[in-house]
Every structure is written in C-alpha cells, then in structure tokens.
C-alpha cells in the first residue's frame, strides 16, 4: 500500500504575507524521491485549538504527518505543547535536548536564558530529531513529526527523519520536452492515451518564452512497464506532430 503524507505548515507569518514558504516545495521534492505521496497541504495560524485539531485529523487520516513552525522558545512558539495536546500527553523538560541546548550555549559563551531553556520543554516521551545547525532538535510522537520552520533547519531535520521512514515505493519518471507545440493541440490525443494507463500519472504543462511556447508531458508511475509502454505511446505520437 501506497504510504501517504500530509503537511501542516503552521504560522501567521505565512498567513500574512511576512514570510514566503519554502518547505512545501522541498518536503514535495524529498518525499517523492524517497517514494511517497504528499496529498495534502494546511497552512493554518497560530492558534492552539486550530493546531491540536489539525495535528489529531492529519494524524488519523494520514501514514506519516509533518509539521514546520512554531518550536522556537518564544511565547507565540505553541507547536509543542499543541502536539502534546493532541495526543494527550504532558509537556516535560525534555533532559537530552537541554543537555544539548546547554553545551552548545556554552561552547558560544551565551547564556542559558529562559527563552533558550524553553526549546528544550516538548512532548513527554517524543523522540529528538537532530538539528545540525542550531541544536534544538525537533520531536517525533507517533507518527508526527514536529520541524522547525526555517527552512535550512527544516531541511536538515528532514534529511534525518526520510532514511527512517518505512514503506516508500519508488516512483519512475518520463519527461518529453516539445517546442512550438501546445498542449491545446495534443491534448486530446493525450486523454485518449491516457484513458489506457490507469496506473500512470500525466501531466501537461504548458510554458510561455520570450520567443515562443513549448509544452512539457511529464509520466510518472510505480509500475515501470506501464510507464514504459505508455512512454512509447507518447513519445511515437509527438515525435509525428
């Protein structure tokens, strides 16, 4: 079975236009190479009660459920204790990562503050996910994965969290690049093969240039002789147009 993916991007600088999100387009990227389906995005405020009820659906509905925002050691940082929540479970001083907090603040001879001290507070019993770039870790509870929202930090979390993800299933992929051929001109062709693969994704994609347009067929599927064979369908028909 095919393991799904949802993504609950969290924070009202995204809401408002402040800052412009990055991690959807990487966690898409990521988690198609590793072979899962990302099916749903939610970007939503913060606001504690929409957080907990959003981490509980996603995490019914969905195999694995990535969050980003809201786990720094300020007072509007809620993504912690909202997780918690959701899956009813305290809030702890969690001792490995103040451990961590607390050598890498030494090591910089920088105070430990509340506000630092704060990063460490997370969901009792939640697995660290490693920071290899400001320390203060992310956490895993059941199948929830809790990220940082800067999306260097983010990136790196997901580099540690993908290689232990079970049951990916690699997806295969044919691209067809045709210039001064629109996808008006194909398309019903296209449908017609189409309607032979269930099992194969396509995808058109039309592009505009300074001197001209193109389109671009992109086939995706789990099974490499569909793919194959509706590859050669494809390809033989605008290899003619």
């Given at each position: 079975?095919?393991?799904?993916?949802g993504?609950v991007?969290?924070?009202?600088?995204?809401?408002?236009?402040k800052?412009?999100d990055?991690n959807?387009?990487?966690?898409?990227?990521?988690?198609d190479e590793?072979?899962?389906?990302?099916?749903?995005?939610?970007?939503?405020?913060?606001?504690?009660?929409?957080?907990?009820?959003?981490?509980?659906?996603?995490?019914?509905?969905?195999?694995?459920?990535?969050?980003c925002?809201g786990?720094?050691g300020?007072?509007?940082?809620?993504t912690?204790?909202?997780?918690?929540?959701?899956?009813?479970?305290?809030i702890?001083?969690?001792?490995?990562?103040?451990?961590?907090?607390?050598?890498?603040?030494?090591?910089?001879?920088?105070?430990?503050?509340?506000?630092?001290t704060?990063?460490?507070?997370?969901?009792?019993?939640c697995?660290?996910?490693?920071?290899?770039?400001s320390?203060a870790?992310g956490?895993?509870?059941?199948?929830v994965?809790?990220?940082?929202?800067?999306?260097?930090i983010?990136n790196v979390?997901?580099?540690?969290?993908?290689?232990?993800?079970?049951?990916?299933?690699?997806?295969?992929?044919?691209?067809?690049?045709?210039?001064?051929?629109?996808?008006?001109?194909?398309?019903?062709?296209?449908?017609?093969?189409a309607?032979?693969?269930d099992?194969?994704s396509i995808?058109s994609?039309?592009?505009?240039?300074?001197?001209g347009f193109?389109?671009?067929?992109?086939?995706?599927?789990?099974?490499?002789k569909?793919?194959?064979l509706?590859?050669?369908d494809?390809?033989?028909?605008?290899?003619?147009?």
């Amino acid at each position: 079975m095919i393991k799904k993916v949802g993504f609950v991007v969290i924070g009202d600088e995204i809401l408002n236009g402040k800052t412009a999100d990055k991690n959807i387009n990487f966690l898409a990227k990521s988690l198609d190479e590793y072979g899962f389906d990302l099916v749903e995005v939610r970007v939503i405020g913060d606001v504690f009660d929409t957080i907990v009820e959003t981490v509980k659906h996603f995490s019914k509905k969905y195999d694995y459920v990535f969050t980003c925002g809201g786990i720094g050691g300020t007072h509007d940082d809620i993504t912690f204790a909202c997780v918690a929540s959701a899956f009813g479970l305290e809030i702890e001083q969690n001792q490995e990562a103040l451990r961590r907090l607390s050598a890498y603040y030494k090591e910089r001879e920088l105070p430990l503050t509340d506000t630092r001290t704060n990063l460490a507070k997370m969901p009792k019993g939640c697995k660290l996910i490693d920071n290899s770039i400001s320390i203060a870790p992310g956490a895993n509870v059941e199948n929830v994965y809790v990220c940082a929202g800067i999306p260097k930090i983010f990136n790196v979390m997901l580099n540690d969290i993908l290689p232990t993800m079970q049951g990916g299933i690699k997806v295969h992929k044919y691209t067809i690049f045709k210039e001064n051929l629109s996808e008006g001109t194909i398309g019903d062709t296209i449908a017609k093969i189409a309607s032979s693969y269930d099992d194969v994704s396509i995808g058109s994609y039309p592009k505009f240039h300074d001197n001209g347009f193109s389109t671009e067929i992109v086939m995706r599927s789990r099974n490499k002789k569909n793919l194959d064979l509706c590859y050669k369908d494809i390809k033989s028909y605008i290899d003619k147009c």
